[in-house]
């Protein structure tokens, strides 16, 4: 489980799983998480994974076990978290690799392919917004100023549980997901999950998009909140090479509700777009 030491930026931790033939040479596959979590949320994906890439799991600055040794009001932006990804990627020697990102982690994916397009073979968006919408601006805010004074105002665990229910999980998922769900995205603390709040509500991917070369792939529910369709339009105007998928859920967490449908569309996509010797 490495932590990368920066004189520039916080430690990064990260970890890599590889149970690819260890004769060939297995390209990297970043996955990376969104809003309060940290690698170990892709422990579904993980296992069906890592026996075709080199699985690279980072925790997000802020969260996890990476630093949040910055300043939390200006450090999260566009630039900061897709330089942190390419920082990771020389860590380990990645002159090029496949990027999945997660909600505010695809997001940071079309930032990083479109600051890095040499380095992103193949780029998917699961249930990642391109901007935040006035509605979910609304839905998040629970009738506070805004999303990030909910958080200051209510505490993370009340913010967390109305909105797992609001949009995030359909109203029968596993009451013990939940519970560690909450659990451990509460553990990031009040002022990391405000400021990445008001980083979300400040973030717009629109300038990076015409300039991503990767074959982009972007998963979302059906009639999602947050992954709406003035998201999807802006995807269809702008990404030069894109397929659009919606899957079976309405609901925002797609990659924990279907987790299955999802990885096979994920592998479905690198293949089509990679050398039968990738």
């Not at 390209?27 to 890592?50: A, C, E, N």
């Not at 193949?122 to 935040?132: C, D, K, Q």
């Not at 309405?250 to 279907?258: C, E, L």
Request: charged residues 20%; negative net charge.
């Amino acid at each position: 489980m490495p932590i990368l030491q920066r004189d520039n930026g916080p430690s990064l931790h990260y970890t890599v799983t590889d149970f690819t033939d260890p004769w060939t040479n297995a390209p990297y596959l970043f996955l990376q998480h969104g809003y309060g979590r940290r690698g170990q949320f892709w422990y579904q994906w993980v296992p069906l994974l890592s026996r075709h890439f080199k699985i690279v799991c980072p925790d997000m600055r802020g969260m996890g076990q990476s630093s949040a040794d910055f300043d939390l009001k200006t450090g999260y932006t566009l630039e900061t978290l897709s330089d942190d990804v390419i920082a990771i990627a020389d860590d380990l020697g990645a002159d090029t690799f496949h990027y999945c990102g997660e909600s505010i982690g695809g997001l940071t994916g079309l930032a990083v392919a479109g600051r890095y397009p040499d380095r992103v073979r193949t780029l998917i968006n699961v249930s990642g917004p391109v901007f935040i919408s006035d509605g979910a601006r609304t839905g998040y805010a629970l009738g506070e100023a805004s999303w990030a004074e909910a958080i200051r105002v209510l505490g993370p665990r009340t913010w967390l549980d109305r909105t797992n229910a609001s949009t995030r999980f359909p109203p029968d998922f596993s009451p013990g997901f939940l519970r560690w769900y909450t659990d451990t995205c509460e553990k990031s603390g009040t002022e990391v999950l405000a400021c990445l709040a008001q980083f979300a509500l400040d973030a717009d991917a629109r300038p990076y998009l015409p300039k991503i070369t990767a074959p982009v792939l972007c998963l979302y529910p059906q009639k999602g909140a947050i992954a709406n369709d003035e998201q999807q339009n802006a995807l269809k105007t702008l990404v030069k090479n894109l397929d659009l998928r919606q899957v079976g859920t309405t609901f925002h967490m797609i990659q924990h509700i279907v987790p299955e449908e999802c990885v096979e569309l994920v592998l479905a996509h690198i293949a089509k777009h990679s050398p039968a010797a990738a």
